[in-house]
């Protein structure tokens, strides 16, 4: 069953150009992604994928995509080596792209979330994935998609607030304000900012950057998903 949230209908990553969706307090956020180029919004849609790495190192996830694990851990490194200025990772854009289908299905076709323990999240993870695939591939058309792939994480971290706070888990430790939620979007505008402009000679170490500050999400979006999944 696929969920739906009021403010990020379920969407399908596989469409040429998909609909955009961010909440109203992403204003800024939409606005920032007009602006930045288009290898700064295929970055930018890497960035938020890599902030779901951790979720998808749980073995659960290829019970829910056999060969998920795999296919995630290929969109991660060749988007890194693209991020980082080796134009040559291009190459494998194309068969990453077949990959990912073969995981959601052809392009128009409905596909479910997978039923199996944090499935929900896992479909999130490989959508997102396709997100930033297409980015890389289709330049003219990165802004609507950074939009949705950015979308897709806040509202999958959206559902690990809601289901903490309403199903709040036995001796579970962690933190609830600021939300998961809040700390996205807050990352998202700065990794944005941070690529606004940002030089091809010095996109390398931006990126580099980039990528250790979002490691504390990292964490907290395992741990969070961990206690909603595990319980």
């Known amino acids: 069953m696929r969920r739906e949230h009021p403010e990020h209908p379920a969407r399908d990553p596989r469409e040429a150009r998909p609909r955009s969706f961010m909440p109203s307090s992403g204003d800024e956020i939409k606005d920032l992604i007009g602006v930045v180029d288009p290898v700064g919004r295929a970055t930018a849609c890497f960035l938020a994928t890599y902030r779901l790495a951790e979720i998808c190192a749980d073995d659960r996830f290829a019970d829910a995509y056999d060969t998920g694990p795999e296919v995630f851990a290929a969109v991660l490194a060749t988007s890194e080596a693209l991020a980082?200025?080796?134009?040559?990772?291009?190459?494998?854009?194309?068969?990453?792209?077949?990959?990912?289908?073969?995981?959601?299905?052809?392009?128009?076709?409905?596909?479910?979330?997978?039923?199996?323990?944090?499935?929900?999240?896992?479909?999130?993870?490989?959508?997102?994935?396709?997100?930033?695939?297409?980015?890389?591939?289709?330049?003219?058309?990165?802004?609507?998609?950074?939009?949705?792939?950015?979308?897709?994480?806040?509202?999958?971290?959206?559902?690990?607030?809601?289901?903490l706070a309403e199903n709040r888990p036995e001796g579970w430790s962690g933190f609830l304000e600021p939300s998961l939620s809040?700390?996205?979007?807050?990352?998202?505008?700065a990794d944005l900012r941070a690529l606004l402009g940002a030089s091809?000679?010095?996109?390398g170490p931006i990126v580099a950057e980039l990528m250790d500050a979002s490691r504390g999400l990292q964490r907290r979006y395992s741990e969070a998903f961990q206690a909603v999944t595990r319980g």
Do not use: K
């Not at 809040?182 to 505008?189: A, F, G, I, N």
């Not at 091809?200 to 996109?203: G, K, Q, S």
């Open 182 to 189: 809040d700390r996205e979007l807050d990352r998202q505008r």
């Open 200 to 203: 091809e000679d010095y996109r």
């Open 84 to 163: 980082m200025g080796r134009d040559e990772a291009a190459t494998a854009l194309d068969g990453l792209r077949g990959r990912l289908e073969e995981l959601l299905g052809p392009p128009g076709e409905e596909f479910e979330e997978p039923e199996s323990a944090g499935g929900p999240w896992f479909c999130d993870a490989v959508s997102v994935a396709a997100y930033t695939i297409a980015a890389w591939l289709t330049p003219g058309t990165s802004a609507e998609l950074c939009r949705d792939a950015l979308g897709r994480v806040d509202s999958a971290v959206d559902f690990l607030d809601r289901d």
